[in-house]
């Protein structure tokens, strides 16, 4: 794995535990707090839609930070974007616990999204920074194996947390989870980025570096990919636990097990594309994920069709679309950022803002779709599998090499 950049750089390994830490922001924010989200409606006495928004408002604020953490983060470098995001994402995590009403726990978790929303840009523009994509996704599938843990911990630890400390101690974990990655960065993650874009943040070149990566055929492919599969996790992410408790029957541990069980196929994977990329590449690993989303697709929709409303009908055929999402999530996410070594922050910045803002209007249909049944997450997993499979089949297959670099905007 060469490195393109001629700083001195960290080590692999610390690499692999720093992206570990900064893309892990994510599932810890979200899987932690899953066990709470069914008791949040009585706590507040708001509608199930409204508890919702704290997912939502999230991820809407993610996907939005990254356009502004992006081109930063090419101006001024990695490491104070990190270390101010970090900062902030501790912050609003410690606010939470305080949450007098559902609106300030709302306004922190929108807080929360911007700290994540630097986290993950940097991490991402960093690994370009570092390794080319062939490389680099092979780093971040490393690194996604060891961060598979956490959505596996994750929803056992909250269903732990929930019957013991309440909802307030899911967000005291969230907090020192911030407050150890900000004190690793800070003490042992040195810059990546040897040229800073001095030009990053005005306007005209803003909009033209966006618009150079936006035409680039393989970033659409790959984003889409990306994009749909994300939302198919969302999906569950959003409504599993109302369909698996309230109206499948299981207790909130019985909860955090099953969701662990499920996002075991992640770091199985993720531990799979590790050994596939460096012999396939990303498209043909990609479309060995494709195969998979297909399968998770006609079990889902044709259990929930048939009658079959058993909480296995749902883990069974999801834990089918984490592995599948642990080979495409890696492979996208370089295949989209890896035409732009110049242009990485920005790549990085509006392909995440594309994948958040159709999160966000996923997180909306699962919450007013909801009818008590098993149907509307069922069946919006299947649609998001197909939606997936055809991107990772059809759109990278069309697009044109993607491996030569992208023309900056001047």
């Not at 983060?73 to 990695?78: I, N, V």
């Not at 569950?236 to 309230?246: E, K, P, R, Y």
């Not at 990303?282 to 069709?305: E, K, P, Q, W």
């Amino acid at each position: 794995m060469s490195l393109t950049s001629p700083l001195p750089r960290p080590s692999t390994g610390l690499v692999i535990l720093a992206l570990t830490l900064l893309l892990g922001t994510q599932p810890v924010s979200t899987d932690l707090y899953q066990a709470t989200l069914p008791s949040l409606p009585a706590v507040f006495g708001v509608p199930v839609a409204t508890v919702q928004l704290t997912l939502s408002v999230l991820v809407i604020c993610f996907g939005a930070g990254q356009l502004l953490m992006g081109p930063v983060a090419d101006r001024f470098g990695r490491r104070p974007v990190l270390l101010t995001g970090l900062a902030l994402y501790t912050l609003a995590s410690a606010l939470a616990i305080f949450s007098p009403d559902i609106a300030w726990m709302i306004a922190c978790r929108g807080v929360q999204g911007l700290g994540m929303a630097a986290c993950v840009v940097c991490a991402r523009a960093m690994l370009r920074d570092l390794y080319e994509p062939v490389a680099a996704a092979h780093v971040l599938a490393r690194s996604s194996t060891w961060m598979g843990v956490i959505p596996i911990a994750g929803p056992i630890l909250g269903g732990f947390i929930e019957t013991t400390l309440g909802w307030r101690g899911a967000f005291g974990a969230i907090t020192l989870f911030g407050a150890f990655g900000l004190a690793l960065i800070a003490m042992r993650l040195p810059e990546t980025l040897a040229h800073r874009n001095p030009r990053a943040l005005q306007w005209k070149p803003l909009f033209d570096n966006w618009r150079v990566v936006a035409r680039h055929k393989g970033f659409r492919a790959y984003t889409a990919v990306w994009a749909s599969t994300y939302a198919g996790l969302f999906t569950f992410i959003v409504g599993a636990s109302f369909v698996l408790v309230d109206v499948l029957g299981l207790s909130r541990r019985e909860y955090g097990l099953a969701f662990a069980m499920v996002t075991s196929g992640f770091l199985l994977g993720s531990a799979c594309c590790r050994r596939l990329v460096p012999r396939l590449g990303l498209r043909r690993t990609i479309r060995v994920g494709a195969f998979v989303s297909i399968a998770c697709a006609v079990s889902m929709a044709g259990l929930a069709l048939a009658g079959v409303h058993h909480p296995l009908a749902i883990m069974g055929p999801q834990m089918l679309f984490t592995f599948a999402h642990g080979i495409h999530q890696p492979c996208a996410q370089m295949g989209a950022v890896g035409p732009f070594p110049m242009q990485a922050g920005a790549a990085a910045a509006l392909s995440g803002f594309i994948c958040m803002v159709l999160a966000f209007a996923v997180g909306n249909w699962v919450g007013w779709s909801f009818d008590g049944t098993v149907m509307p997450l069922a069946l919006t997993v299947a649609f998001w599998s197909l939606a997936t499979a055809f991107a990772a089949l059809v759109l990278v297959a069309r697009q044109a090499d993607s491996g030569a670099p992208a023309r900056a905007a001047t």
